[in-house]
């Protein structure tokens, strides 16, 4: 059974940090990606960045480029998304999921076969 959770997540002010964490079981992290998604209130789930399970490369929504960075363990099967420079527009549920084989499509949710329960980010001061 595959299964992913997410962590930590949480309030922080503006311009803070935080960490979240993906870890997965059912599911070895070297053989499918990973992409980190968000939804805020009444708006779609965006795809904000994604790491490929071939080479480990990885890709950005212009929304997170610069501020956001992607990492995986795959020791721990394990993937981060470590967010700097924090805005309140960042304030949404974060979600990650796995895919096989969409690098070309990595912000489309329907790419996306297993998903976490999410975790909340509020940007707040």
């Known amino acids: 059974q595959v299964q992913l959770v997410e962590s930590g997540g949480g309030l922080v002010q503006p311009g803070g940090s935080l960490r979240l964490s993906c870890a997965a079981s059912g599911l070895p992290l070297e053989y499918y990606a990973r992409g980190w998604f968000r939804q805020a209130p009444g708006k779609e789930r965006e795809g904000i960045s994604f790491?490929?399970?071939?080479?480990?490369?990885?890709s950005y929504a212009d929304s997170v480029k610069g501020r956001f960075t992607i990492s995986r363990d795959n020791a721990k099967n394990t993937v981060y998304l470590q967010m700097n420079s924090l805005k309140p527009e960042d304030t949404a549920v974060y979600y990650c999921?796995?895919?096989?084989?969409?690098?070309?499509?990595?912000?489309?949710?329907?790419?996306?076969?297993?998903w976490g329960q999410g975790t909340q980010v509020t940007v707040s001061s």
């Open positions: 999921a796995t895919c096989d084989g969409c690098s070309n499509w990595w912000y489309a949710p329907e790419m996306y076969d297993y």
């Open positions: 790491i490929s399970s071939s080479d480990g490369s990885t």
